[in-house]
């Protein structure tokens, strides 16, 4: 396991802080957008799970992968198709706080699983 998580992590590390801006004039639009866009997916996971366990009696399991599911990062790949000659630190910053955000979201659905 160790083979597999060791170069792993360290590319995740690479890709996260590669590109990634702390200026206070682009952390505070990247941060509302991270939260947007957290706070949207709450709602989609929210209808989702009601619709879902309204059919089916509620599991634990089948919440959490609806919780690991709907809090992935979004992908890298979107600076390789954007028009991203501007707004390019904009949208590398906000994949990698959007990903820093949901490793610690992981962490605390991890938490939940062991409760």
């Avoid at 996260?16 to 949207?40: C, I, M």
């Avoid at 059919?55 to 992908?75: C, E, G, R, W």
């Avoid at 990903?99 to 938490?111: K, N, P, R």
Wanted: a neutral charge.
């Amino acid at each position: 396991m160790a083979f597999v998580t060791a170069p792993t992590a360290g590319i995740i590390l690479i890709i996260v802080g590669y590109e990634l801006s702390l200026n206070k004039e682009l952390l505070r639009p990247v941060l509302k957008t991270v939260a947007f866009r957290l706070a949207v997916y709450a709602v989609i996971l929210a209808v989702v799970s009601t619709i879902i366990f309204q059919v089916i009696p509620f599991d634990k399991k089948l919440f959490m992968a609806l919780l690991v599911m709907y809090s992935l990062p979004a992908p890298f790949i979107i600076p390789l198709y954007a028009d991203v000659k501007e707004d390019g630190g904009y949208i590398s910053s906000t994949l990698s706080v959007g990903t820093l955000v949901m490793v610690v979201l992981y962490a605390g659905i991890v938490g939940y699983s062991l409760i």
